[in-house]
């Protein structure tokens, strides 16, 4: 299981998801006092739900400031301070003299209690926030999330631009590549998938928990298909070229191995390379609880933008837009076999 109080990412990845944080806010039915727009809670408030001192808030406070800062917390003062004790002087029971105010948003408060280790309220809610990140996602995909990459606009886009670079590469193979007629295929998309995201063909089923009858590409996200197409463009234009320097001598599998190392070394893919890691890492660690060891080092939070990309009103439905334009897809596929 996911230990939150650990992994800063893992928090922010909950914090992000504004389903999930709505979801935890109905459950709970935290009683805050309504202001500028927001429920907050006093220090206090936090310290008496969570069961520990205010005292061990405040060490929080000091050793988390910038993390609970980003997701809500504030130090209310000045006007803003006036205001909020002319509503509810009653329930924060402050001096009067009190120059400035601590307050905790929802999401401030449920990074607290992600946070608190001397709590059991506060690890029994990391238990139901794990649960309810798992349910909402579930419930937004339809119950499943192999191919949540799917739900994203982008998607069919890249992944028509990446078929035809993938012919382009194939062509290539065929013609200027020795090797077995078969093999050869699949043998050169493992040393490019190799260089854009650290694992071979079967190393990725093996994390995501695909079928044999999958297609991995089926699965990969837009951006890391648009890399991969530039990068199998490249790499079936440097085989054209080092073919035709060489006299149409066909290459072999150690000479393609090369190319899409030297490539995968060029400054100019470094930067799409790294993007492509980072989505990869990130959006399966938190849409398909798939961890990929080999680019751990590049995993972030995903975004709240990105939730609504994959879960939100920004994702769309691909089987019904697959069926609702069936008719346009094939007249295309067959013209472009003639």
């Not at 990845?13 to 202001?35: C, Y």
């Not at 609970?68 to 509810?88: D, P, S, T, V």
């Not at 013609?175 to 260089?195: N, R």
């Amino acid at each position: 299981m996911k230990d939150l109080t650990i992994s800063n990412i893992e928090r922010q990845n909950v914090l992000n998801n504004r389903f999930a944080v709505k979801k935890l806010q109905e459950r709970l039915d935290i009683e805050g006092m309504f202001f500028d727009g927001e429920y907050w809670l006093t220090k206090k408030m936090v310290a008496d739900f969570y069961g520990v001192d205010t005292s061990t808030i405040d060490r929080y406070l000091s050793a988390n400031g910038d993390e609970l800062k980003h997701n809500g917390y504030i130090l209310c003062k000045g006007k803003a301070l006036k205001e909020f004790k002319l509503q509810f002087a009653h329930l924060i029971n402050e001096a009067s003299k009190t120059t400035q105010l601590g307050l905790f948003n929802f999401r401030s408060f449920l990074n607290i209690g992600m946070l608190l280790t001397e709590s059991e309220r506060a690890k029994a809610l990391r238990s139901a926030i794990l649960d309810i990140v798992i349910a909402t996602i579930n419930e937004k995909t339809g119950g499943g999330t192999k191919f949540i990459n799917r739900r994203d606009v982008n998607y069919l886009p890249a992944a028509l631009t990446e078929e035809n670079y993938r012919k382009v590469l194939t062509s290539a193979i065929n013609q200027c590549v020795d090797g077995h007629k078969t093999y050869k295929y699949s043998q050169i998309t493992d040393y490019i998938y190799t260089a854009v995201f650290k694992e071979n063909a079967k190393e990725y089923r093996k994390v995501l928990s695909l079928d044999t009858k999958d297609n991995v590409r089926h699965t990969l996200y837009a951006e890391v298909l648009l890399v991969i197409s530039s990068f199998e463009n490249g790499v079936g234009a440097a085989i054209q070229k080092e073919f035709k320097d060489n006299g149409g001598v066909k290459l072999s599998m150690c000479d393609v191995e090369r190319i899409v190392n030297e490539l995968s070394e060029h400054p100019m893919q470094k930067p799409y390379l790294n993007d492509a890691r980072t989505k990869m890492a990130s959006r399966d660690l938190t849409f398909r609880d798939a961890y990929h060891g080999n680019i751990a080092e590049y995993l972030k939070a995903v975004t709240p933008e990105e939730y609504e990309r994959f879960i939100g009103d920004k994702s769309i439905d691909f089987d019904n837009i697959l069926a609702e334009n069936k008719d346009v897809l094939k007249r295309l596929k067959q013209a472009d076999n003639e």
